[in-house]
């Protein structure tokens, strides 16, 4: 299969699904002959346009309400937000306009918008730019959001969350733009809501996500070495998460560690090793561990960036810690 | 040229400042250039008159605050290079510790309340700032930088408005460089500038941001006047930046032309304008702005490499300074 990079599958999903609908069109900075600060939609303007593709001023909050009112009126507008931390100061449009609509109006009104942005630390780009938000986010009733971990999800979630009829929130890893992938030439969508088991494994379920995918899978290989077998999984979309599977593995492994790049406390690694507690309790033979980004801002030096997040040797090391029976964090 | 601070120290210290910022960024560039900068940063240069004419209209007890583009905001604010390299590389004796680095540089002991990755991000604590020397009877004024891209942030009109109310004193500086990014500010700002702040019945001015006396005899003006009571001010600053949006930016021809750029360094250079002025009314010899210059790039020569030997932050500074004491 030929391979492309995550911000081609993004560039392709948006272009395919622009051509099939003409009621899509993109908004945001710098999207149009820029293509974005990261490249991603270049050359997209040139096929639909600066009427479908359209640079707006540094204007989050009323950009991101003008996708609100254009998507509760018969558009799919699809927002860029360039940087995840900017999701702070587009919160109302997002979390009391866009998530409330359908639900206000009884079912009368919809908002089938996607707000696509970004997440991701260790880039050098300090407090303001490196921030996870997801957790945020997923919070809110009435918003979908997706985190897709390599270019294939990142494609077919795209396209998925396009035709969706509630307001998506899709989180790109910045560090991943350039990262190959084998991505089918052929159409295809990934439904909401349906993990992703990466790797079948035996003893410890490694449940992560975006960034921390790749994060998880070096650790399993490590484990592996070591004759500890780890399952991979990836949720792909928090809102809908797909219980089920999570469940199903947990149940088989009894052991389980959730990673995902946002801060640990309150996050989104919290929401699901709850579920797993209240859920799968009985087949526990360890507490269910947590590893987010630290509870700190993102710092600037790449002497202390780099300690904030999760990391595969970090993963090893409480992956034998829970399978050895030693109890991480007891009081 | 017209005619800011009167005698000749100010006007040496004025070139000085300039000259600084031009080569803290030269060099910051080259640090970018040759990987030993962490991250990306965004040049001042070619706006310098604009932060100078300002900065050398205040005290150390006025405040500022800054952007991402906010290396010649803290040097022409009095900071040093040593503290403000070290911050570029993430070193401990960094002005934050190596914590906030290029686009959170604030420098405290000299009235910086700090640079600001957030476009626009700065404008209410600029504003709430001079609330605060309001309210406590202070005398002291605060300007706050911004670009004309973020003259689009709503938060603007908001603090504006309760600044005309309450007679703030602030001082709003749009540094209007024709470009938000990659894009011409024309095509992204409706109607006039100066207009915006007018509605609010702010007294607003435009001025040519490259003649470092005029923005600073004007910036006095509105400085005298904020501490009597009668701000708060707007000025838009008509200026150009010499390099890319970050020092990444490279190949740019899409969105701004070779001539342009070239129009601006060759015509409208604030500190070649500037240095002519200084020979011109005998305030300096060639040879003794000459010697100035030399001065200055060895001064940041020998901060970089200062800053480069310098160490970074223990570890165990990683949850530090998440709450005050
Ligand atoms: C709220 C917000 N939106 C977008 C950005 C990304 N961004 C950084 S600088 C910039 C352009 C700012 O233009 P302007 O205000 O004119 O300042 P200049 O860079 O020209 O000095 C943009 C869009 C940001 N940092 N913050
Ligand atoms: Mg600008």
């Known amino acids: ?331 | 040229m017209a005619k800011g601070k009167t005698n000749t120290e100010d006007y040496l210290r004025m070139y000085r400042q300039m000259v600084r910022i031009r080569t803290f960024e030269d060099n910051a560039n080259q640090l970018y250039l040759s990987a030993k900068m962490p991250g990306l940063t965004h040049m001042y240069s070619g706006e310098e008159a604009v932060a100078v004419g300002i900065c050398e209209a205040l005290t150390d007890n006025d405040r500022i605050t800054s952007t991402h583009r906010g290396h010649g905001h803290c040097v022409a604010k009095g900071a040093e290079f040593k503290e403000m390299f070290c911050e570029l590389l993430g070193k401990e004796e960094g002005y934050c510790r190596g914590k906030g680095g290029s686009m959170h540089i604030a420098d405290q002991s000299h009235g910086n309340l700090g640079a600001n990755a957030i476009v626009g991000g700065s404008m209410g604590i600029a504003t709430g700032s001079a609330l605060r020397a309001k309210l406590q009877g202070a005398d002291d004024v605060t300007v706050c930088f911004f670009g004309d891209g973020a003259t689009a942030q709503g938060l603007l009109y908001e603090v504006m408005n309760m600044a005309a109310l309450w007679n703030l004193p602030v001082i709003y500086a749009c540094e209007n460089n024709g470009y938000s990014e990659y894009t011409k500010t024309e095509e992204i700002a409706a109607g006039s500038i100066t207009a915006r702040a007018e509605a609010f019945g702010i007294e607003a001015f435009r001025i040519d941001g490259q003649d470092v006396l005029a923005v600073n005899e004007l910036t006095q003006k509105l400085v005298a006047r904020c501490r009597n009571g009668e701000g708060p001010f707007f000025i838009e600053l008509e200026t150009y930046r010499y390099h890319g949006h970050h020092v990444g930016d490279i190949n740019r021809e899409y969105y701004r032309s070779k001539e342009e750029e070239k129009d601006w360094k060759q015509n409208r250079d604030p500190i070649v304008r500037f240095r002519s002025w200084l020979v011109d009314q005998g305030i300096a010899s060639e040879e003794e702005i000459e010697a100035m210059n030399a001065e200055i790039e060895k001064d940041a020569t020998e901060a970089v490499a200062y800053a480069e030997a310098a160490k970074y932050p223990d570890a165990a500074e990683v949850d530090m300074h998440v709450y005050a004491d």
């Open chain 1, 1 to 331: 299969m030929r391979e492309i990079t995550l911000s081609q599958a993004v560039n392709e999903a948006i272009a395919e699904e622009m051509r099939r609908d003409p009621t899509v069109f993109l908004l945001g900075e710098d999207v149009a002959e820029a293509g974005t600060p990261f490249k991603v939609l270049s050359g997209l303007v040139e096929e639909f346009g600066t009427e479908r593709i359209i640079d707006t001023p540094i204007a989050e909050p009323g950009f991101v309400g003008l996708a609100v009112g254009a998507a509760m009126t018969g558009a799919r507008p699809i927002v860029d937000l360039m940087f995840g931390d900017f999701i702070y100061l587009v919160m109302d449009q997002l979390c009391n306009q866009a998530a409330k609509q359908h639900y206000m109006s009884g079912g009368k009104l919809s908002v089938p918008m996607v707000l696509r942005t970004n997440l991701g630390a260790t880039r050098r780009s300090a407090a303001q730019h490196s921030q996870s938000l997801q957790a945020l986010v997923a919070h809110i009733p009435g918003l979908k959001v997706a985190m897709p971990s390599s270019a294939y999800e990142a494609k077919g979630l795209m396209k998925t969350a396009i035709r969706d009829n509630n307001p998506v929130v899709i989180f790109e890893d910045k560090l991943m733009y350039q990262d190959k992938a084998p991505v089918p030439e052929e159409e295809y969508l990934i439904p909401f809501g349906e993990a992703n088991v990466k790797r079948e494994g035996r003893d410890i379920t490694l449940i992560a996500t975006s960034s921390m995918v790749q994060v998880a899978e070096k650790a399993a290989e490590t484990l592996a070495a070591e004759g500890i077998s780890a399952e991979v999984i990836d949720p792909r979309t928090i809102v809908p998460l797909d219980e089920a599977t999570l469940l199903a593995s947990v149940r088989k492994t009894s052991r389980a560690i959730v990673i995902d790049e946002g801060h640990q406390s309150y996050g989104v690694t919290a929401e699901i090793a709850s579920r797993l507690n209240e859920k799968a309790f009985y087949h526990l033979d360890a507490p269910v561990l947590r590893m987010g980004a630290m509870d700190v801002p993102v710092p600037f030096s790449p002497a202390l960036e780099d300690i904030t997040v999760p990391t595969p040797e970090g993963v090893v090391a409480n992956a034998r810690k829970l399978c050895a029976g030693e109890m991480i964090n007891a009081a």
